[in-house]
């Protein structure tokens, strides 16, 4: 099974980072939502594989804010 | 009961009288008059059971109901004789489209029949009355099935080695005893609440108003989906054709709504004409409005007492998988009650049916949950994501696959039943243990036809036999070449085929010893356990 790489891949991350939130001037908070809903799935199916999408789903979820309900 | 007001009558056919003999029994008693009592009737009338199917209804129902029967359904009544006039009579259709907002051309579109050269298409799309009266009809030749119509069962008792009914017919009062007893009563299942068990699973909260109407316009024969169309600001709405006509107009109307409002004719008609345009003329068939589940029975088999088709199960209508799903319960228990009855098998192969029908269950509930989630989002981001995929389906090719208007049902493969024969062999390709026969042609015959009810054993040449399987031999067949490479079958090898058409096991160079252990594990009479 592949696993996900979490080391820092980005060259430029200030640069990424601030993409990222160019990406939503303007929206409210409905479009944006759906703004990254798109992107997950635009990224999702360039990854392509089941497992890093499952470990990344599982990460995210382990990161979430304290006090946040985990389902088990 | 007789005649009940609220029920639309497609056909009278009268209250049967009382039995005469007091003491009465018969090997299977089917509870239930619809596609699926009657389906198990048939099939086991053709085994030589003695069967007494009770009806509580002395008609035939009309009103909307089942209306799209998949190739599998087509392949189980076309074993059963009865396929050929479904299909005339029906609107065959292979293509689904699935359309977005206002956007003219289809986000998506997908293809039920992708294997071509089958017997039969992917899907028909037939009222369910109509296959209800060819059941009925084909039944009326087999002395050994007693179809009771006006016959309600008011009382349940498990004994032993049979369960006693107590049934409600022209004024009086009768017992009948069953060596088994198949509860084919339906979502509100009498026969399931006297044995006081119930349903586990989810109830959506969201209404559907089917408007089937009547009106004439050349139209393809597919089926047309729409997300969040212009004429419905609620949702989604559906189209499928039926025959003599009639369309099936299919509207999501939210959870917050009055039902009796919503099917009187002048607040139907807005959603008629906003789908079919203003200047078509149309009529009335049948206005209902729906909610539904996705819950099954923790286990479909109590003693004596087996449960069928949507008395064990429910599911959403997008995917077409009620009404096939009971006729796969059907399929699937028919032979086994027959072997049974016959002291062929044991319980064992019974407990196979509670195990293979809650996988098709529980494969059929999966798809219509994740269908309906995709279509009723139940939250802020799971709207966010469904208007994602839909607005990105229109350009993306890779967003296509996520947009679900219903998967539509196709047959359910049981790959760790018990009855099965683990593959020795390395197969590339061909049909795995627990999966359903692939038709294929045969010079003028097919090859599902040939499989026939009993138990096959198909070889490519060799001197391959089983005692208790019919040979079917594709060397005897000028041209065979379809179904060889169909199965990936090599010369001298063989597949074991169960009396419905499911593959039980395969070899490439067969002996006796494991042919006969094989139809043994078939019959579930192997020694060891689950795998």
Do not use: T
């Given at each position: 099974m592949q696993c996900i790489d979490t080391s820092a891949r980005i060259s430029r991350p200030d640069d990424f980072y601030q993409m990222l939130i160019d990406a939503h001037q303007g929206l409210n908070d409905d479009d944006s939502m759906k703004l990254n809903a798109k992107l997950v799935l635009l990224l999702a199916n360039q990854i392509g594989d089941m497992d890093i999408l499952g470990q990344a789903i599982d990460l995210a979820r382990e990161c979430s804010s304290p006090g946040a309900e985990i389902a088990a | 009961m007789a005649h009940i007001a609220s029920i639309p009558v497609y056909k009278a056919l009268g209250a049967s009288p009382l039995p005469h003999a007091d003491d009465q029994s018969a090997e299977v008693v089917i509870v239930g008059g619809g596609p699926v009592g009657l389906t198990l009737a048939l099939d086991l009338a053709q085994k030589g059971r003695q069967v007494v199917v009770l009806s509580k209804l002395d008609f035939i129902p009309a009103g909307s109901k089942a209306i799209c029967f998949a190739k599998r359904s087509l392949d189980i009544m076309d074993r059963l004789g009865v396929s050929k006039q479904m299909i005339e009579k029906g609107v065959v259709w292979n293509v689904g489209k699935v359309f977005h907002a206002d956007l003219e051309e289809p986000l998506y579109q997908f293809d039920m029949l992708p294997v071509k050269g089958q017997k039969n298409p992917g899907f028909i799309n037939l009222q369910q009355y109509y296959v209800e009266e060819y059941l009925i009809d084909a039944l009326a030749?087999?002395?050994n099935v007693d179809l009771r119509c006006g016959h309600e069962v008011t009382g349940l008792a498990q004994n032993e080695d049979h369960a006693a009914l107590t049934v409600s017919a022209a004024g009086a009062q009768y017992s009948i005893k069953g060596n088994w007893v198949v509860a084919c009563?339906?979502?509100?299942s009498p026969l399931r609440q006297m044995l006081g068990l119930d349903f586990e699973g989810r109830i959506f909260e969201d209404n559907f108003l089917i408007a089937d109407v009547k009106f004439t316009e050349e139209r393809p024969s597919e089926r047309w989906f729409w997300f969040d169309p212009p004429f419905n600001g609620a949702g989604s709405a559906l189209l499928h054709k039926q025959p003599d006509d009639v369309w099936r107009l299919d509207f999501q109307l939210g959870w917050d709504i009055d039902r009796e409002a919503c099917i009187k004719p002048e607040n139907v008609e807005p959603y008629v004409r906003g789908m079919i345009g203003d200047d078509v003329e149309f009529s009335e068939e049948w206005y209902s409005v729906y909610t539904f589940q996705c819950r099954r029975m923790r286990h479909f088999v109590h003693d004596r007492v087996i449960f069928a088709g949507d008395s064990a199960h429910l599911v959403s209508p997008f995917g077409a998988r009620g009404c096939n799903g009971g006729i796969a319960d059907a399929d699937n228990l028919a032979w086994k009650l027959d072997l049974a009855l016959r002291g062929e098998a044991g319980q064992s192969l019974i407990d196979s049916y509670n195990y293979e029908a809650i996988v098709t269950a529980d494969e059929n509930i999966l798809n219509s949950t994740r269908s309906t989630d995709f279509m009723t989002p139940k939250s802020k981001v799971s709207q966010a994501f469904r208007d994602a995929v839909l607005e990105l389906a229109s350009k993306h090719a890779f967003a296509r696959p996520f947009v679900n208007s219903g998967r539509l049902s196709t047959p359910v493969s049981y790959p760790r039943s018990m009855l099965n024969t683990l593959d020795q062999d390395h197969w590339d390709g061909g049909v795995a243990p627990g999966s359903p026969a692939l038709d294929a042609a045969l010079d003028d015959d097919w090859l599902l036809d040939l499989l026939g009810d009993e138990f096959v054993l198909m070889t490519n040449g060799g001197d391959a036999r089983l005692d208790g399987a019919r040979p079917v031999d594709l060397t005897s067949y000028q041209a065979a070449d379809v179904a060889v490479e169909r199965y990936g079958l090599p010369p001298g090898g063989a597949y074991l085929f169960r009396p419905d058409q499911y593959v039980a096991g395969r070899w490439h160079a067969p002996t006796n010893a494991k042919l006969e252990q094989a139809l043994a594990a078939a019959k579930g009479n192997a020694d060891h356990a689950v795998h």
């Open positions: - | 030749e087999y002395p009563d339906g979502s509100k």
